[in-house]
């Protein structure tokens, strides 16, 4: 299997290539810089490979949510290099990605929760909550976006952790919500390379994609999207 996955839907940068299971990874945190910065992270891991664009089996890509233009820059470059090598693409949520992001890094126990909060600008955090399953997020409830005061921890999970800039409003977020989360790491940016793992697995799932479907996902405003011109 070899698998190209790109994310620029936070202040991050990044692009992982996933050659037979062995992943690498370029990063770099650049809020600005992500349209000069991701085609030549792709062309440096191919080139280190030696792989060509026509090898790959299948893209990916972090859909959101996130930045509205980040996710547009990943959509934008994941279709038009799917359309050209005629192979599918793999959405995956942003949220689930940092979910697995933390699952490693903090050490996550089995069925315990991940608390997944970035910041959505306007007052509000995007939300999603997932359990830790043989080391994978399992969805607990849909993803959502609203203001700190509003979200809650669905059932599913007795311990909790929190993952995620949008941690740093956990002083507005109810008290059985930030008083039942354990450990938070706001530090955490996605990345690429938890994306490609992800994917994999939604590949072999069946839940690949043609590049016309490949769609970033906003939750708050999916108008946004169809108001684009000549969409």
Known sequence: MKLLALDTSSEGCSAALLVDGEISERFELAPRGHTRLLMPMVQELLAEKDL?????????FACGPGSFTGVRIATGVVQGLAWGLDIPV??????????????????????????VAFDARMGEVYWGCFAARSGLPVALAPEQVCPPEAVTLPA????????????????????EVSGSVETVDETLVLRAAWVARLAVIAYEQGRAVPAEQAQPVYIRDEVAWKKLPGR
């Open 90 to 115: 793999v959405p995956v949520s942003s949220l689930e990605a940092v979910a697995l992001g933390a699952i490693d890094a903090l050490e996550v126990p089995e069925d315990t929760g991940i608390a």
């Open 156 to 175: 599913g999970a007795e311990r909790w952790f929190g993952a995620g800039p949008g941690w740093q409003y956990r002083s507005a977020m109810p008290e």
């Open 52 to 60: 060509a664009p026509a090898e790959l089996d299948a893209l990916a």
